[in-house]
C-alpha cells in the first residue's frame, strides 16, 4: 500500500522492541466479540492510483459542471472566476498540511493570513473585528442570534423572510433546544421589493428583543436600505444582525456596518473558493469593538515575540470550549482555515479597485440579463433595486421549467418551489443570478430557452 | 561531521560569525521576513484584469458604497511570492513528522486533492437540478455506505461541517429520540477525559453535565458510571479509544448499562483512526458517533479546517438524523430534503436540517479517494500501522520519560506521558515542546488530556517510516535525559532555532489588536 512506510521487517523488528508476539496483541484490549478476524466484508480491497482515478472520473462526468453551460444558479453559492494562482497557493504543503496554530513559533504563516483575513472581513463589512472564519453562512448567521443573546440577555430574534430559507431552518434546528424564540417572516413577491418585510419587521420589534436578522441583497436579490432599522433597532435595546450570502455585493453596496448593523454575518465562498456542491465553504462573523470577547470562534491577535519582533498568536481563548468545556461560548473546534486563505489570496489579488471592478460588472451582467429577459413574454421581472441577483414571476409553475431547460443544457436558476416547498404563491417564482462569468451568448440563449419553454 | 554527496568533507561549522551580525532586511538567509498586505500593498494596485462590461443604468438602488472599503491589492507576482513566503513560516506534515495527539495529522495524498478538483465534484452548484448531479450523489452515497459498512452502523447523516458539528448531529438526534418518547432526561455523562467540545455540545443541546472519573488504569470507571445512571440521563459521550490513548475494554457492558438506563451511547470518533477494520463501533453498542473525515481519512487540515464530520447512526436514532441525505432508489440518486422527508413516513421525525447545503463534498471526494485507495484490506492495516508506531514510540521512551498508563497493557493509536520525569528539575511539559520545535519537529498534544499532570499525548500516526520513528525517539530521549540532569539551557526561552521565539499571548488577550489599522488610526487609538 503506497501510503504505508513499514516493511513486513519492521513490523517484525518494532513489534520485538515492544515486546508483543503479533499484531493482534496490540490490541488485547478490544473484546473478544467486537474483534474483526479479517478485512470487512462488502468492500472492495486497495486500488491503484490510476483505478481510483478512473472511477472517480466517471462519476464526475455523470454530472453538469457550470463551467459547461450558461449558467444562472445561485441562491447561496455563487459561480465566479477563481485566478490560478489562488489554487495553487492553497495548495502548498505548508498551508494544506499544516494544523491549527496552536504553536505559533512555527506558524506565523497561517496567523498572518488570519490577521490579514480578519482585516479584510472586518473592512468589506465595515465592521471593527472579524472572527477567523465558521463553518458556512448558515451556521454564522446561528451564532449571531446566540451572541445577541449572551450581550442583550433577551431571547426573541425576528428572522427576516428575505433570509435564506436554509438559514432559517439551520437556525430553527440549532434554537430547538435553547431557550432562543425565532420570529420568522413569510416571504412575499412583491413587485418591486420581494422579500421585503420591513414593515412587519418594526411591527414585532419590542424591548424584548434581542435582535432583527436581515440578509442584505436578500434571497429574492432586493438590496434595501437598513439605516432605519437599525436605528429601531438600537431604540428599544435590540441589535441588528445583518446577513449575506454574496460577499461580492459588498464591494458595490453600502456596507452593512455603514447601515449601523451590529453583528455582520455571511458566506464567503465567491471569493476565492469553487461551488463544490456546497462545501467546504467560508462563514464570515464580524462585529463591533466592544462585542469582542462575546464572539464565537477563533481569533487571531498581534503581539510581540521575547525579542521584541512582531508576531500573531490566537487569543482570548478563555470564550472557547477547549478551555471553557461546557460554559464556552460556542462548542465551534475547526473552522475554514483554508477556504479563508484562500478568500484573502483572491481579495489581495482583487484589491479595493479589482474589487469595485468585479462588483460593478456583477451587476452590469445581472442587469443586462434582467433587462433582456424582461422582453420574453411570460416572465416578469420583480426587483426594483439589486445587485447580481433577481427574482421572475413566470407564467407557469417554475421548477418544471427549469428542469426543461435544464435538458437544453441551460442552468437557468432556483425555483422557489424547491426552497419553499408546498407555498402556492411562490411556486411561479424563480432566482437568478448573473456574475462575471456571463457572456452575451448565455444570456441570450437563456432568454431563447424561456421564450421556447414558455411560449 | 557528516559527507555531502560529492563524498567532500561538510560539517555545521561554529556559526559564531553568523550570529555576530544583524542583517539589513532582517532575513536571516533563508529565513525571510514579510510583511502585512496593508504594508506592501495599496488600494489602486491588482492582480486581476476583467474585460468590459456591458454599459447598463445602475439599479443599486441609490445604495453604492462611495466611502473607501480600506481594502490593500498587490499584482499577481507580488501577490505568489508574499502568500510564498508566509508559508514558509509555517510547520506541516510534508516537511516533517506532526505527532499531535488527537489530531491525526497524517499524509494527504495528492490524487485526492486532483480528485475533489475534476470539475464535475468542483464545479457544480448545490442547488442544481438533481438530475445533473447524479455523479455527485452517487459518491456521497458511497461515502456513507463505507462508512456504514466500517463501522457496522445502518445509518449516516452527511451534513456536519466538522467534528463538534457532528457532535451537536447526534446530540441533537438523541435529544428529539427522547422527546419523541415523551421523556425529558436532564444529564449527560461525560468522561473526565474528554475532549472540550463534548462538553461543550452537551451543554448546547440543554443539557447538565455530570463527569465521570476515570480509574488508576486511564479507562472509564465502570462502578462509577453505573452508579450515576438513572431515568435522568439522556446520554453518556465517550471517546474511544479515550484521549489517554486506550481502548475502553468495558466498552459492552458501558453500552449495555446506559441502554438499560434508557439512555443513549454518544461516542466521539476523534480517535477512529486506531480500530478502523479491526472493530466496528456498532458492535460496541454505539449509537451515534461521528467521524472526522479530516483526521481517519485524511482529508487536510488545512491550517484549521474545513472539517468533515459525518455521523452514523443506530436503527433507534436514524428516524431523527438531519437532513438532507441521499437515498438510492434503483439506479436514481435522491437528495430528500424538508420536501421529501415530509412526504415519507421513514424519516419524518428528521430534527431538522445543520446546514445550508449538504455539507462538505470536496471533502466527501477526498475521503472516497482514500478509501478506495486503501480498500478494506490497507484500511485495516492502517489501524495496526497506526496502533503498532504508538507503541514502538511508547515502548522506547518509557524507561526515560513517565507513562502514566504504561505498564497496563498497550496503547492504541498515541502515546500518552505525563510530566512527572520532570520532578524537581522546574522544566516544563512546555518547554518540552518548545525545544522540540528547534530539533525540527511540530509538538505533541501539551496539557491534554487533564487527567494526568502536564499530559503530553504523542500520536505519529501510521504514514511515518520506522527511520523517522527512530530520529524521534532519539531526539525525545537526549531531551528527556538533559533535562533530567537539571542542565535547562535548551529548554528555558526555547524555541531559539524557529522564526519566531516565543509569543507573549497574556498581552495579545490583555489589549487584544485583531486587525490592522492605519498608523496614524492606531496612534489616535493609544
Same mark, same amino acid.
Given at each position: 500500500?503506497?501510503?504505508?512506510?513499514?516493511?513486513?521487517?519492521?513490523?517484525?523488528?518494532?513489534?520485538?522492541?515492544?515486546?508483543?508476539?503479533?499484531?493482534?496483541?496490540?490490541?488485547?484490549?478490544?473484546?473478544?466479540?467486537?474483534?474483526?478476524?479479517?478485512?470487512?466484508?462488502?468492500?472492495?480491497?486497495?486500488?491503484?492510483?490510476?483505478?481510483?482515478?478512473?472511477?472517480?472520473?466517471?462519476?464526475?462526468?455523470?454530472?453538469?459542471?457550470?463551467?459547461?453551460?450558461?449558467?444562472?444558479?445561485?441562491?447561496?453559492?455563487?459561480?465566479?472566476?477563481?485566478?490560478?494562482?489562488?489554487?495553487?497557493?492553497?495548495?502548498?504543503?505548508?498551508?494544506?498540511?499544516s494544523y491549527t496554530p496552536y504553536q505559533p513559533e512555527i506558524a506565523q504563516g497561517t496567523l498572518q493570513?488570519?490577521?490579514?483575513?480578519?482585516?479584510?472581513?472586518?473592512?468589506?463589512?465595515?465592521?471593527?473585528?472579524?472572527?477567523?472564519?465558521?463553518?458556512?453562512?448558515?451556521?454564522?448567521?446561528?451564532?449571531?442570534?446566540?451572541?445577541?443573546?449572551?450581550?442583550?440577555?433577551?431571547?426573541?430574534?425576528?428572522?427576516?423572510?428575505?433570509?435564506?430559507?436554509?438559514?432559517?431552518?439551520?437556525?430553527?434546528?440549532?434554537?430547538?433546544?435553547?431557550?432562543?424564540?425565532?420570529?420568522?417572516?413569510?416571504?412575499?413577491?412583491?413587485?418591486?421589493?420581494?422579500?421585503?418585510?420591513?414593515?412587519?419587521?418594526?411591527?414585532?420589534?419590542?424591548?424584548?428583543?434581542?435582535?432583527?436578522?436581515?440578509?442584505?441583497?436578500?434571497?429574492?436579490?432586493?438590496?434595501?436600505? %437598513?439605516?432605519? =432599522? !437599525? $436605528?429601531?433597532? &438600537? @431604540?428599544?435595546?435590540?441589535?441588528?444582525?445583518?446577513?449575506?450570502?454574496? *460577499?461580492?455585493?459588498?464591494?458595490?453596496?453600502?456596507?452593512?456596518?455603514?447601515?449601523?448593523?451590529?453583528?455582520?454575518?455571511?458566506?464567503?465562498?465567491?471569493?476565492?473558493?469553487?461551488?463544490?456542491?456546497?462545501?467546504?465553504?467560508?462563514?464570515?462573523?464580524?462585529?463591533?469593538?466592544?462585542?469582542?470577547?462575546?464572539?464565537?470562534?477563533?481569533?487571531?491577535?498581534?503581539t510581540v515575540d521575547a525579542e521584541?519582533r512582531r508576531g500573531f498568536v490566537l487569543?482570548?481563548?478563555?470564550?472557547?470550549?477547549?478551555?471553557?468545556?461546557?460554559?464556552?461560548?460556542?462548542?465551534?473546534?475547526?473552522?475554514?482555515?483554508?477556504?479563508?486563505?484562500?478568500?484573502?489570496?483572491?481579495?489581495?489579488?482583487?484589491?479595493?479597485?479589482? %474589487?469595485?471592478? =468585479? !462588483? $460593478?460588472?456583477? &451587476? @452590469?451582467?445581472?442587469?443586462?440579463?434582467?433587462?433582456?429577459?424582461?422582453? *420574453?413574454?411570460?416572465?416578469?421581472?420583480?426587483?426594483?433595486?439589486?445587485?447580481?441577483?433577481?427574482?421572475?414571476?413566470?407564467?407557469?409553475?417554475?421548477?418544471?421549467?427549469?428542469?426543461?431547460?435544464?435538458?437544453?443544457?441551460?442552468?437557468?436558476?432556483?425555483?422557489?418551489?424547491?426552497?419553499?416547498?408546498?407555498?402556492?404563491?411562490?411556486?411561479?417564482?424563480?432566482?437568478?443570478?448573473?456574475?462575471?462569468?456571463?457572456?452575451?451568448?448565455?444570456?441570450?440563449?437563456?432568454?431563447?430557452?424561456?421564450?421556447?419553454?414558455?411560449? | 561531521?557528516?559527507?555531502?554527496?560529492?563524498?567532500?568533507?561538510?560539517?555545521?561549522?561554529?556559526?559564531?560569525?553568523?550570529?555576530?551580525?544583524?542583517?539589513?532586511?532582517?532575513?536571516?538567509?533563508?529565513q525571510?521576513e514579510?510583511?502585512?498586505?496593508?504594508?506592501?500593498?495599496?488600494?489602486?494596485?491588482?492582480?486581476?484584469?476583467?474585460?468590459?462590461?456591458?454599459?447598463?443604468?445602475?439599479?443599486?438602488?441609490?445604495?453604492?458604497?462611495?466611502?473607501?472599503?480600506?481594502?490593500?491589492?498587490?499584482?499577481?507576482?507580488?501577490?505568489?511570492?508574499?502568500?510564498?513566503?508566509?508559508?514558509r513560516q509555517n510547520y506541516a506534515?510534508?516537511?516533517?513528522?506532526?505527532?499531535?495527539?488527537?489530531?491525526?495529522?497524517?499524509?494527504?495524498?495528492?490524487?485526492?486533492?486532483?480528485?475533489?478538483?475534476?470539475?464535475?465534484?468542483?464545479?457544480?452548484?448545490?442547488?442544481?437540478?438533481?438530475?445533473?448531479?447524479?455523479?455527485?450523489?452517487?459518491?456521497?452515497?458511497?461515502?456513507?455506505?463505507?462508512?456504514?459498512?466500517?463501522?457496522?452502523?445502518?445509518?449516516?447523516?452527511?451534513?456536519?461541517?466538522?467534528?463538534?458539528?457532528?457532535?451537536?448531529?447526534?446530540?441533537?438526534?438523541?435529544?428529539?429520540?427522547?422527546?419523541?418518547?415523551?421523556?425529558?432526561?436532564?444529564?449527560?455523562?461525560?468522561?473526565?477525559?474528554?475532549?472540550?467540545?463534548?462538553?461543550?455540545?452537551?451543554?448546547?443541546?440543554?443539557?447538565?453535565?455530570?463527569?465521570?472519573?476515570?480509574?488508576?488504569?486511564?479507562?472509564?470507571?465502570?462502578?462509577?458510571?453505573?452508579?450515576?445512571?438513572?431515568?435522568?440521563?439522556?446520554?453518556?459521550?465517550?471517546?474511544?479509544?479515550?484521549?489517554?490513548?486506550?481502548?475502553?475494554?468495558?466498552?459492552?457492558?458501558?453500552?449495555?448499562?446506559?441502554?438499560?438506563?434508557?439512555?443513549?451511547?454518544?461516542?466521539?470518533?476523534?480517535?477512529?483512526?486506531?480500530?478502523?477494520?479491526?472493530?466496528?463501533?456498532?458492535?460496541?453498542?454505539?449509537?451515534?458517533?461521528?467521524?472526522?473525515?479530516?483526521?481517519?481519512?485524511?482529508?487536510?487540515?488545512?491550517?484549521?479546517?474545513?472539517?468533515?464530520?459525518?455521523?452514523?447512526?443506530?436503527?433507534?436514532?436514524?428516524?431523527?438524523?438531519?437532513?438532507?441525505?441521499?437515498?438510492?432508489?434503483?439506479?436514481?440518486?435522491?437528495?430528500?430534503?424538508?420536501?421529501?422527508?415530509?412526504?415519507?413516513?421513514?424519516?419524518?421525525?428528521?430534527?431538522?436540517?445543520?446546514?445550508?447545503?449538504?455539507?462538505?463534498?470536496?471533502?466527501?471526494?477526498?475521503?472516497?479517494?482514500?478509501?478506495?485507495?486503501?480498500?478494506?484490506?490497507?484500511?485495516?492495516?492502517?489501524?495496526?500501522?497506526?496502533?503498532?508506531?504508538?507503541?514502538?514510540?511508547?515502548?522506547?521512551?518509557?524507561?526515560?520519560?513517565?507513562?502514566?498508563?504504561?505498564?497496563?497493557?498497550?496503547?492504541?493509536?498515541?502515546?500518552?506521558?505525563?510530566?512527572?520525569?520532570?520532578?524537581?528539575?522546574?522544566?516544563?511539559?512546555l518547554d518540552i515542546a518548545k525545544a522540540l520545535i528547534d530539533e525540527g519537529y511540530h509538538p505533541?498534544?501539551m496539557?491534554?488530556?487533564?487527567?494526568?499532570?502536564?499530559?503530553?499525548?504523542?500520536?505519529?500516526?501510521?504514514?511515518?517510516?520506522?527511520?523517522?520513528?527512530?530520529?524521534?525517539?532519539?531526539?525525545?530521549?537526549?531531551?528527556?535525559?538533559?533535562?533530567?540532569?537539571?542542565?535547562?539551557?535548551?529548554f528555558?526561552g526555547a524555541p531559539f532555532l524557529a522564526p519566531r521565539r516565543r509569543l507573549d499571548e497574556?498581552?495579545a488577550?490583555?489589549?487584544?489588536?485583531?486587525?490592522?489599522?492605519?498608523?496614524?488610526?492606531?496612534?489616535?487609538?493609544?
Open positions: 500500500m503506497r501510503y504505508l512506510p513499514l516493511t513486513a521487517a519492521d513490523r517484525r523488528d518494532m513489534l520485538a522492541t515492544i515486546g508483543a508476539s503479533s499484531i493482534d496483541d496490540l490490541f488485547s484490549d478490544v473484546p473478544a466479540a467486537a474483534r474483526l478476524a479479517g478485512p470487512i466484508a462488502g468492500l472492495s480491497n486497495h486500488m491503484s492510483e490510476m483505478e481510483v482515478e478512473r472511477l472517480l472520473t466517471g462519476l464526475s462526468r455523470q454530472n453538469l459542471p457550470a463551467s459547461e453551460m450558461p449558467f444562472f444558479v445561485g441562491c447561496g453559492a455563487y459561480k465566479h472566476h477563481v485566478p490560478a494562482s489562488v489554487d495553487h497557493l492553497i495548495q502548498r504543503g505548508e498551508f494544506l498540511t493570513v488570519l490577521f490579514e483575513f480578519q482585516t479584510q472581513v472586518a473592512r468589506l463589512t465595515g465592521m471593527d473585528v472579524a472572527n477567523a472564519s465558521m463553518y458556512d453562512g448558515s451556521t454564522a448567521t446561528t451564532e449571531a442570534i446566540f451572541m445577541a443573546r449572551r450581550i442583550t440577555r433577551r431571547t426573541k430574534a425576528i428572522v427576516s423572510a428575505g433570509l435564506h430559507p436554509h438559514y432559517v431552518s439551520a437556525a430553527k434546528t440549532l434554537t430547538r433546544f435553547t431557550e432562543d424564540e425565532l420570529v420568522c417572516g413569510e416571504p412575499k413577491l412583491t413587485a418591486g421589493a420581494p422579500g421585503d418585510d420591513l414593515d412587519w419587521i418594526l411591527s414585532q420589534l419590542d424591548e424584548q428583543t434581542s435582535c432583527v436578522v436581515v440578509q442584505n441583497p436578500n434571497l429574492f436579490g432586493h438590496v434595501a436600505d %437598513l439605516t432605519d =432599522l !437599525a $436605528a429601531a433597532c &438600537h @431604540a428599544k435595546g435590540a441589535l441588528l444582525v445583518v446577513a449575506f450570502t454574496e *460577499v461580492v455585493s459588498l464591494g458595490a453596496i453600502r456596507s452593512p456596518g455603514e447601515m449601523g448593523a451590529d453583528i455582520v454575518v455571511g458566506e464567503g465562498q465567491s471569493i476565492g473558493n469553487g461551488l463544490n456542491f456546497g462545501g467546504p465553504y467560508l462563514g464570515l462573523f464580524a462585529t463591533r469593538d466592544k462585542y469582542v470577547r462575546q464572539m464565537p470562534g477563533r481569533l487571531c491577535g498581534e521584541g487569543t482570548l481563548s478563555t470564550r472557547e470550549q477547549h478551555i471553557r468545556r461546557e460554559k464556552a461560548t460556542s462548542n465551534i473546534c475547526t473552522n475554514s482555515g483554508l477556504c479563508a486563505l484562500a478568500f484573502t489570496i483572491h481579495m489581495t489579488l482583487l484589491g479595493e479597485e479589482g %474589487l469595485r471592478r =468585479l !462588483a $460593478a460588472l456583477n &451587476h @452590469a451582467r445581472a442587469v443586462q440579463t434582467a433587462e433582456r429577459l424582461a422582453q *420574453v413574454p411570460g416572465i416578469e421581472v420583480l426587483n426594483g433595486a439589486f445587485f447580481n441577483e433577481f427574482t421572475i414571476r413566470l407564467s407557469k409553475q417554475a421548477r418544471p421549467v427549469v428542469r426543461e431547460l435544464a435538458e437544453r443544457k441551460l442552468l437557468a436558476g432556483v425555483s422557489l418551489g424547491r426552497l419553499y416547498p408546498g407555498v402556492p404563491e411562490l411556486e411561479n417564482g424563480l432566482v437568478l443570478a448573473a456574475t462575471e462569468t456571463v457572456s452575451d451568448d448565455d444570456i441570450e440563449a437563456l432568454a431563447r430557452g424561456f421564450a421556447e419553454v414558455l411560449a | 561531521m557528516s559527507m555531502n554527496r560529492q563524498g567532500r568533507e561538510s560539517g555545521v561549522g561554529d556559526g559564531a560569525a553568523a550570529e555576530g551580525f544583524e542583517t539589513y532586511t532582517g532575513n536571516r538567509g533563508l525571510l514579510e510583511p502585512l498586505i496593508f504594508e506592501k500593498g495599496a488600494p489602486d494596485r491588482f492582480g486581476v484584469d476583467l474585460p468590459a462590461g456591458p454599459k447598463i443604468a445602475s439599479r443599486l438602488g441609490g445604495l453604492d458604497r462611495h466611502k473607501p472599503i480600506g481594502l490593500y491589492g498587490l499584482s499577481e507576482p507580488e501577490t505568489v511570492r508574499h502568500y510564498t513566503r508566509l508559508s506534515i510534508d516537511m516533517g513528522l506532526f505527532p499531535l495527539g488527537s489530531c491525526t495529522m497524517k499524509h494527504n495524498p495528492r490524487l485526492n486533492e486532483k480528485m475533489a478538483r475534476l470539475p464535475g465534484f468542483g464545479d457544480i452548484h448545490p442547488l442544481q437540478p438533481v438530475d445533473t448531479v447524479q455523479g455527485a450523489l452517487a459518491l456521497i452515497h458511497l461515502v456513507g455506505e463505507w462508512l456504514c459498512k466500517l463501522t457496522g452502523m445502518p445509518g449516516v447523516a452527511i451534513s456536519p461541517k466538522a467534528g463538534a458539528h457532528g457532535e451537536l448531529c447526534g446530540m441533537l438526534a438523541i435529544r428529539a429520540a427522547h422527546d419523541a418518547r415523551g421523556e425529558s432526561r436532564k444529564l449527560v455523562l461525560v468522561p473526565e477525559s474528554a475532549h472540550g467540545t463534548n462538553p461543550a455540545t452537551a451543554a448546547f443541546c440543554g443539557y447538565e453535565v455530570v463527569g465521570i472519573p476515570a480509574n488508576e488504569r486511564g479507562r472509564v470507571d465502570l462502578e462509577a458510571l453505573k452508579a450515576k445512571l438513572g431515568p435522568d440521563v439522556a446520554a453518556v459521550m465517550i471517546t474511544n479509544p479515550n484521549t489517554c490513548g486506550l481502548f475502553e475494554p468495558d466498552m459492552i457492558e458501558i453500552s449495555e448499562a446506559v441502554h438499560a438506563a434508557g439512555a443513549f451511547v454518544y461516542c466521539d470518533g476523534a480517535n477512529f483512526n486506531a480500530i478502523v477494520g479491526r472493530v466496528r463501533p456498532g458492535d460496541l453498542g454505539v449509537d451515534a458517533m461521528h467521524i472526522n473525515l479530516h483526521k481517519t481519512f485524511s482529508t487536510p487540515h488545512g491550517g484549521g479546517g474545513p472539517g468533515s464530520g459525518p455521523v452514523v447512526f443506530s436503527e433507534a436514532l436514524m428516524p431523527f438524523a438531519p437532513l438532507p441525505f441521499v437515498r438510492k432508489t434503483g439506479e436514481h440518486f435522491e437528495l430528500v430534503e424538508e420536501e421529501q422527508a415530509h412526504a415519507s413516513t421513514d424519516h419524518n421525525e428528521s430534527f431538522g436540517r445543520m446546514v445550508a447545503f449538504h455539507g462538505q463534498m470536496g471533502m466527501f471526494v477526498r475521503a472516497a479517494a482514500y478509501m478506495l485507495s486503501h480498500g478494506a484490506d490497507g484500511l485495516r492495516q492502517v489501524a495496526e500501522d497506526a496502533v503498532l508506531n504508538a507503541n514502538y514510540l511508547l515502548a522506547s521512551l518509557k524507561d526515560v520519560m513517565s507513562a502514566p498508563f504504561g505498564d497496563t497493557g498497550p496503547c492504541m493509536h498515541e502515546a500518552l506521558f505525563s510530566d512527572d520525569f520532570l520532578g524537581g528539575t522546574g522544566i516544563t511539559t505533541m498534544t496539557y491534554f488530556p487533564l487527567v494526568v499532570h502536564g499530559a503530553m499525548l504523542v500520536e505519529p500516526t501510521e504514514t511515518e517510516s520506522k527511520s523517522t520513528l527512530d530520529q524521534f525517539i532519539n531526539s525525545l530521549r537526549g531531551l528527556a535525559l538533559l533535562a533530567k540532569s537539571g542542565d535547562d539551557r535548551r528555558k497574556t498581552a488577550a490583555r489589549k487584544p489588536v485583531l486587525s490592522w489599522r492605519e498608523p496614524a488610526q492606531r496612534q489616535a487609538a493609544e
